[in-house]
């Protein structure tokens, strides 16, 4: 049994943080909008595994399984994997760091505007494609 209302729940989620990540930007807190970019990112993406059937991994970065099933994703996805991957890639890094820290970071010193907006770019773009795909969803194998 496949959940399809799930599968758009994740969109529709994603694209509301979308929206709380215009906040957080607005009132310079760099970090936070890395981290919440860096969930609308996991969000789309397992929504787009969802939408083809494809089993999504209880990790942070679905790159792997992007890549592994990329015959079965339908455009635009395919022709943004690169992208995709990226920015999967990208934000997974700074999850924790950008949330929590650590000894020798400290997040709202270490973030910056332009880390910022690079994480929303990132995360508008894997948004978009990913609603664009799922709504002409026509996966592969």
């Not at 529709?12 to 919440?36: M, T």
């Not at 397992?46 to 399984?65: M, N, T, Y």
């Not at 635009?76 to 999967?88: D, M, V, Y």
């Not at 949330?99 to 880390?115: K, R, V």
Request: charged share 25%; aromatic share 6%.
């Amino acid at each position: 049994m496949h959940n399809d209302a799930l599968t758009h729940d994740y969109v529709i989620r994603a694209g509301k943080r979308l929206l709380a990540v215009e906040v957080l930007f607005r009132e310079s807190s760099w970090a936070d909008v890395v981290r919440e970019c860096q969930e609308i990112v996991e969000l789309s993406l397992k929504a787009l595994l969802r939408s083809c059937r494809v089993e999504v991994p209880r990790i942070h970065d679905v790159s792997g399984a992007l890549e592994i099933n990329k015959d079965r994703l339908p455009e635009p996805a395919r022709g943004a994997l690169a992208n995709l991957i990226h920015a999967s890639k990208s934000l997974r890094r700074d999850r924790e760091l950008a949330f929590y820290g650590s000894e020798d970071l400290t997040p709202s010193e270490f973030y910056n505007l332009s880390d910022a907006e690079a994480a929303i770019a990132f995360a508008r773009q894997t948004h978009s494609i990913v609603a664009a795909s799922i709504k002409t969803t026509q996966c592969s194998g």
